[in-house]
């Protein structure tokens, strides 16, 4: 009976320092190992052994403050804790907490609400280098937000949100990389102004906005006008043109006209040159009938048309003499 109780005990005991030497360690986790209270080493996941009564799990307190979701407001801070049964995590780590106080270097109070990611990449330094590590990365997020809004009047704040997050983010890396933790991304959800603050803004952006809409129709209006002229001169020049281009062609079809006229002319006086070296006579024949002609015109312009001078006779002698002029010279042109 007694034997039977001593292996029982000692088959319990085997028990309890298998359960205890093997360690499961879960993914995207990892645990510290203790040897006498001092670090011994650091489990990857997977199965892991320790040594029983020897070696331990260091069970760290490492929380992360975020907003309580009960409260409205959102201005309360709600705990939660990370390392359970000693996992400590190695994924990305959100962090959402509250919205903080601020004030802005034109002393506005500016109340912005932030969301940090971060990473723990050195399990020991997380544990060891800092006491509660959630906490110190929440209060240093809030020390350099605080001064990196002091260093920003109003109108910065509001269109800096991506400034003002890389800002922060490069700041907590310096700082939070003695940790061992890696600060993946700072985002600025919301930037709020007191009422005060908020309505000297609402009504300074609607004096902009109807400053802009004035600029904007005075514009238009000047285009309008730099239109209408650029096309009334257009007009202009168009006419020009056109007047131009008919009295052009007027001078050219004035040109035209004389010269076939002195073209006639040349041809004319060219023939009958010809037709004086042939018959010398003719000569005192044309100015006969030059004369004539002009009396003829006298007569016709006179108001007595019914007194016929004598010597008007003479005028069909100097035709008949030309007729036989030009007769002869047809004549002897078809003798030929």
Same mark, same amino acid.
């Given at each position: 009976?007694?034997?039977?109780?001593?292996?029982?005990?000692?088959?319990?005991?085997?028990?309890?320092?298998?359960?205890?030497?093997?360690?499961?360690?879960?993914?995207?986790?990892?645990?510290?190992?203790?040897?006498?209270?001092?670090?011994?080493?650091?489990?990857?996941?997977?199965?892991?052994?320790?040594?029983?009564?020897?070696?331990?799990?260091?069970? *760290?307190?490492?929380?992360?403050?975020?907003?309580?979701?009960?409260?409205?407001d959102?201005?309360?801070?709600r705990?939660?804790?990370?390392?359970?049964?000693?996992?400590?995590?190695?994924?990305?780590?959100?962090?959402?907490?509250?919205?903080?106080?601020?004030?802005s270097?034109?002393?506005?109070?500016?109340?912005?609400?932030?969301?940090?990611y971060?990473?723990?990449?050195?399990?020991?330094?997380?544990?060891?280098?800092?006491?509660?590590?959630?906490?110190?990365?929440?209060?240093?997020?809030?020390t350099t937000?605080?001064? &990196?809004?002091?260093?920003?009047?109003?109108d910065?704040?509001i269109?800096?949100?991506?400034?003002?997050?890389?800002?922060?983010?490069?700041?907590?890396?310096?700082?939070?990389?003695?940790?061992?933790?890696?600060?993946?991304?700072?985002?600025?959800?919301?930037?709020?102004?007191? &009422?005060?603050?908020?309505?000297?803004?609402?009504?300074?952006?609607? *004096?902009?906005?109807?400053?802009?809409?004035?600029?904007?129709?005075?514009?238009? &209006?000047?285009?309008?006008i730099?239109?209408?002229? &650029?096309?009334?001169?257009?007009?202009?020049?168009?006419?020009?043109?056109?007047?131009f281009?008919?009295?052009?062609?007027?001078?050219?079809?004035?040109?035209?006209?004389?010269?076939?006229?002195?073209?006639?002319?040349?041809?004319?006086?060219?023939?009958?040159?010809?037709?004086?070296?042939?018959?010398?006579?003719?000569?005192?024949?044309?100015?006969?009938?030059?004369?004539?002609?002009?009396?003829?015109?006298?007569?016709?312009?006179?108001?007595?048309?019914?007194i016929?001078?004598?010597?008007?006779?003479?005028?069909?002698?100097?035709?008949?003499?030309?007729?036989?002029?030009?007769?002869?010279?047809?004549?002897?042109?078809?003798?030929?």
């Open positions: 009976m007694g034997s039977l109780i001593f292996w029982s005990v000692f088959s319990a005991f085997i028990l309890y320092l298998a359960y205890n030497a093997f360690q499961i360690v879960p993914e995207s986790n990892v645990r510290i190992v203790e040897r006498f209270g001092k670090y011994h080493n650091t489990l990857k996941p997977g199965i892991g052994f320790i040594v029983p009564f020897l070696d331990k799990i260091k069970r *760290a307190e490492i929380t992360t403050y975020d907003k309580d979701p009960s409260d409205p959102g201005s309360r801070t705990m939660r804790y990370l390392a359970l049964d000693g996992n400590i995590p190695t994924l990305e780590i959100i962090m959402d907490p509250p919205e903080i106080d601020a004030i270097s034109d002393n506005a109070v500016v109340r912005p609400d932030s969301i940090l971060f990473r723990i990449v050195d399990a020991v330094k997380a544990v060891y280098e800092v006491e509660d590590l959630g906490l110190a990365t929440y209060k240093l997020l809030e937000l605080r001064q &990196e809004i002091g260093t920003m009047n109003s910065e704040i269109v800096g949100r991506e400034t003002i997050g890389g800002a922060v983010r490069v700041a907590l890396e310096e700082a939070a990389s003695a940790w061992g933790v890696q600060i993946t991304r700072v985002e600025i959800e919301e930037i709020r102004f007191s &009422e005060e603050i908020t309505t000297a803004l609402s009504d300074q952006r609607e *004096a902009e906005l109807l400053g802009r809409a004035k600029v904007a129709e005075a514009e238009r &209006e000047r285009e309008a730099v239109i209408k002229a &650029e096309a009334e001169k257009r007009a202009v020049v168009l006419n020009a043109e056109a007047k281009e008919e009295e052009k062609l007027e001078a050219e079809a004035d040109y035209l006209k004389a010269s076939r006229v002195l073209e006639g002319q040349a041809k004319g006086t060219e023939a009958l040159a010809k037709a004086l070296e042939k018959n010398p006579n003719s000569v005192v024949a044309l100015e006969a009938l030059k004369a004539q002609i002009e009396v003829a015109q006298a007569i016709g312009k006179s108001d007595n048309t019914l016929i001078p004598e010597e008007t006779a003479g005028l069909f002698g100097a035709i008949k003499s030309i007729n036989k002029v030009l007769d002869l010279q047809v004549d002897k042109k078809s003798s030929k």
